[in-house]
Antibody, heavy 116, light 110 residues
Framework: EVQLVESGGGSVQPEGSLRLSCTAS????????LHWVRQPPGKGLLWVSR????????DYVDSVKGRFTMSRDNAKKTVLLQMNGLRAEDTAVYYC?????????WGQGTLVTVSS | QAVVTQEPSLTVSPGGTVTLTCGSS?????????PYWFQQKPGQAPRTLIY???TKDSWTPARFSGSLLGGKAALTLSGAQAEDEADYYC??????????FGGGTKLTVL
């Protein structure tokens, strides 16, 4: 069974940091690009970042560039999102998604709340 | 970065047909945008319905189909059922490995 399990969400004050983790099972992790997608409460989906299957390249939406860093460990089947300088507008459910050849697997999400 | 547009809301009668569209601020949507369609129900993670314009995921009911229509990506639901009431999001690929979601369409079956 394919599974993506996110963890690391929680409440943090503005300008604080959090590290999200996503652990995979049930598919060939190293063959998939990984993405983080977020959804603010009651709003739509926003693509946040992507890392290539071998970890050699990353891309970010402009609003998180310089603050968020995505990385992966194919041996541990894990992808990380280091989030620094958090702002209220970063409050959202963060989903991990794995993509290869059109197939997309989704995690169940982890909630990040940025508030003083 | 491109802005991807969808109808904010649509209503379809049970058994009826409805088409959702997905446009891009940069111009015509083509197969090179690798259009995706996702379904999301309240409290749940999104699920992939359609990828690469028209390819169905393994679970996708036959009543859903994807296409290019009038310069946009389109998702057509033929024979709507109550369980199809959900939010639908399209996704388009842009340059440099980035992707952009549309704002979503809230589909009501009524």
């Amino acid at each position: 069974e394919v599974q993506l399990v996110e963890s690391g969400g929680g409440s943090v004050q503005p300008e604080g940091s959090l590290r999200l983790s996503c652990t995979a099972s049930g598919f060939t992790f190293s063959s998939y690009s990984l993405h983080w997608v977020r959804q603010p409460p009651g709003k739509g989906l926003l693509w946040v970042s992507r890392i290539s299957s071998d970890g050699s390249s990353t891309d970010y939406v402009d609003s998180v560039k310089g603050r968020f860093t995505m990385s992966r460990d194919n041996a541990k089947k894990t992808v990380l999102l280091q989030m620094n300088g958090l702002r209220a507008e970063d409050t959202a459910v963060y989903y991990c998604a794995a993509e290869a050849g059109g197939t997309v697997f989704w995690g169940q999400g982890t909630l990040v709340t940025v508030s003083s | 970065q491109a802005v991807v547009t969808q109808e904010p809301s649509l209503t379809v009668s049970p058994g009826g047909t409805v088409t959702l569209t997905c446009g891009s601020s940069t111009g015509t949507v083509t197969s090179d945008h690798y259009p995706y369609w996702f379904q999301q129900k309240p409290g749940q993670a999104p699920r992939t319905l359609i990828y690469h314009t028209s390819t169905k995921d393994s679970w996708t009911p036959a009543r859903f189909s994807g296409s290019l229509l009038g310069g946009k990506a389109a998702l057509t639901l033929s024979g709507a059922q109550a369980e199809d009431e959900a939010d639908y999001y399209c996704l388009l690929s842009s340059s440099g490995g980035r992707v952009v979601f549309g704002g979503g369409t809230k589909l009501t079956v009524l």
